[in-house]
């Protein structure tokens, strides 16, 4: 149950709650004014981005602390009313691997504590997000004495349990993380299955790990007539298309959908067209980077003609994508949450995805999506070809991905989150989530 509101004075026995003033956000390796699909830019920024401000919808502000890779951003941008993107300078102003950031953390927290103490700001709590901002939130807290909450959004032992050797995470992030697990007075998991890992990732096993998933916007997430977005995106209304939204990362999957993409290429009689969603391109549309080696990928695989790379895009537009679609595919081989598969659900556009993490808590297999397994690509490439071939089941999944989606609703998920808060700055390190009722 949420705090009781008590105008009187205080009675011995009786808890009351002082009201909150303000939250600082941590969110080190990347801006939420960051560019989706780009290096280092997907769903944690929209995270970050849409709890601040739904937080500060409900009478709470938010000041996110990014650090500055562009010596021209103002130092304090207006993100919505009551949120503050605060760039911090911590290193040389310009893009760095987030990979050489944990040296600078030290800097990031005295030049935080400085801004803090310019502007007289007084926070109640710190949401470090991802072990890099955990880490800056561990040094502010001798500063401050302010209670901190982590959320990982990914963790390094499960990003190894599946990637390559080439794609190993470092013992250092290991390291911290297991530490911060201890050190962090709550954390956030994404998922059930998440909150039962960082439970065993502690020495000293606690109730204070509470999981709350991410939201989705469902005002800007919703069902959208194809047609017009087919027509829109120059897309006939007759072909057969797969959705794919997400960053060029190995942990998504992509190799197992490209090889997913050359099964249904072989074995159908009508060639389906992915339309591809992330990655960088030129001014002129053509992509570069890791983008254009994706690109030379597929046409060595003879995929150049089914496959249509459009970069990333704003996340506005991404509704038009998923009306667009006739199936998203989501192959990742890790996901704590599956913020994609979600706002695809919430347009009332049926998912594919891989049985990983998060994923199998927010796909209810044939009710709201399909579930295969993880990296199989025979599997997925048999399951996008069930949703393209049978219109009956489209519309069975759509209706069902649509009413799944509902329960993700950012209020929620905000309103949960902010009794988290409430619960710490009050000095209570028990039953810090008793009113999370989104993960049943």
Same mark, same amino acid.
């Given at each position: 149950?949420?705090?009781?509101?008590?105008?009187?004075?205080?009675?011995?026995?009786?808890?009351?709650?002082?009201?909150?003033?303000?939250?600082?956000?941590?969110?080190?390796?990347?801006?939420?004014?960051?560019?989706?699909?780009?290096?280092?830019?997907?769903?944690?920024?929209?995270?970050?981005?849409?709890?601040?401000?739904?937080?500060?919808?409900?009478?709470?502000?938010?000041?996110?602390?990014?650090?500055?890779?562009?010596?021209? @951003?103002?130092?304090?941008? %207006?993100?919505? +009313? &009551? !949120?503050?993107?605060?760039?911090?300078?911590?290193?040389?102003? #310009? /893009?760095?691997?987030?990979?050489?950031?944990?040296?600078?953390?030290?800097?990031?927290?005295?030049?935080?504590?400085?801004?803090?103490?310019?502007?007289?700001?007084?926070?109640?709590?710190?949401?470090?997000?991802?072990?890099?901002?955990?880490?800056?939130?561990?040094?502010?807290?001798?500063?401050?004495?302010?209670?901190?909450?982590?959320?990982?959004?990914?963790?390094?032992?499960?990003?190894?349990?599946?990637?390559?050797?080439?794609?190993?995470?470092?013992?250092?992030?290991?390291?911290?993380?297991?530490?911060?697990?201890?050190?962090?007075?709550?954390?956030?998991?994404?998922?059930?299955?998440?909150?039962?890992?960082?439970?065993?990732?502690?020495?000293?096993? @606690?109730?204070?790990?509470? %999981?709350?998933? +991410? &939201? !989705?916007?469902?005002?800007?997430?919703?069902?959208?007539?194809? #047609? /017009?977005?087919?027509?829109?995106?120059?897309?006939?209304?007759?072909?057969?298309?797969?959705?794919?939204?997400?960053?060029?990362?190995?942990?998504?999957?992509?190799?197992?959908?490209?090889?997913?993409?050359?099964?249904?290429?072989?074995?159908?009689?009508?060639?389906?067209?992915?339309?591809?969603?992330?990655?960088?391109?030129?001014?002129?549309?053509?992509?570069?980077?890791?983008?254009?080696?994706?690109?030379?990928?597929?046409?060595?695989?003879?995929?150049?003609?089914?496959?249509?790379?459009?970069?990333?895009?704003?996340?506005?537009?991404?509704?038009?994508?998923?009306?667009?679609?006739?199936?998203?595919?989501?192959?990742?081989?890790?996901?704590?949450?599956?913020?994609?598969?979600?706002? %695809?659900?919430?347009? &009332?556009?049926?998912?594919?995805?891989?049985?990983?993490?998060?994923?199998?808590?927010?796909?209810?297999?044939?009710?709201?999506?399909?579930?295969?397994?993880?990296?199989?690509?025979?599997?997925?490439?048999?399951?996008?070809?069930?949703?393209?071939?049978?219109?009956?089941?489209?519309?069975?999944?759509?209706?069902?991905?649509?009413?799944?989606?509902?329960?993700?609703?950012?209020?929620?998920?905000?309103?949960?989150?902010?009794?988290?808060?409430?619960?710490?700055?009050?000095?209570?390190?028990?039953?810090?989530?008793?009113?999370?009722?989104?993960?049943?």
């Amino acid at each position: 149950m949420p705090p009781y509101d008590y105008p009187g004075p205080p009675v011995h026995g009786f808890e009351t709650d002082a009201p909150l003033r303000r939250v600082a956000a941590l969110s080190v390796h990347t801006s939420p004014l960051a560019t989706l699909g780009r290096t280092d830019a997907g769903g944690m920024n929209v995270y970050v981005r849409e709890l601040s401000c739904h937080t500060a919808a409900l009478g709470l502000p938010v000041d996110v602390f990014t650090r500055r890779t562009d010596p021209n @951003t103002p130092e304090t941008v %207006a993100l919505c +009313p &009551g !949120v503050n993107v605060v760039s911090v300078t911590a290193g040389p102003p #310009t /893009a760095l691997s987030k990979h050489e950031i944990f040296p600078l953390l030290p800097a990031f927290a005295a030049e935080v504590a400085r801004y803090a103490a310019r502007q007289g700001a007084n926070y109640d709590a710190v949401h470090a997000h991802y072990w890099l901002s955990g880490w800056v939130a561990h040094l502010l807290k001798a500063d401050w004495d302010t209670p901190f909450v982590q959320m990982f959004h990914t963790t390094a032992h499960r990003k190894n349990a599946v990637a390559g050797a080439d794609g190993q995470e470092s013992a250092l992030r290991l390291d911290t993380e297991r530490r911060l697990t201890d050190l962090a007075d709550s954390l956030i998991a994404a998922n059930p299955d998440e909150r039962d890992d960082l439970l065993g990732l502690q020495q000293t096993p @606690t109730d204070k790990v509470c %999981a709350i998933p +991410p &939201g !989705v916007d469902l005002d800007l997430f919703r069902p959208q007539n194809r #047609t /017009a977005a087919r027509a829109a995106l120059g897309l006939d209304i007759q072909d057969r298309v797969i959705l794919f939204v997400g960053r060029i990362d190995p942990i998504k999957g992509i190799d197992t959908l490209l090889r997913a993409m050359g099964h249904l290429v072989a074995q159908a009689h009508s060639i389906p067209t992915l339309l591809f969603v992330g990655g960088e391109t030129d001014p002129g549309g053509a992509p570069i980077g890791s983008l254009a080696d994706l690109c030379a990928s597929a046409a060595e695989l003879g995929l150049a003609q089914s496959i249509r790379f459009v970069g990333s895009q704003p996340q506005d537009q991404l509704p038009r994508y998923y009306a667009a679609a006739d199936v998203v595919a989501v192959p990742s081989r890790y996901e704590s949450f599956g913020l994609v598969a979600v706002e %695809a659900m919430a347009c &009332g556009t049926p998912v594919v995805a891989s049985r990983a993490g998060g994923l199998a808590y927010t796909i209810e297999d044939e009710v709201s999506g399909l579930l295969v397994p993880v990296g199989d690509s025979h599997a997925l490439a048999h399951a996008l070809a069930r949703v393209l071939d049978d219109r009956d089941l489209r519309t069975h999944l759509g209706a069902g991905a649509r009413t799944a989606a509902q329960r993700y609703a950012w209020p929620a998920v905000a309103t949960a989150i902010r009794h988290v808060y409430q619960r710490l700055a009050n000095g209570h390190v028990a039953r810090l989530c008793d009113d999370d009722k989104i993960y049943a």
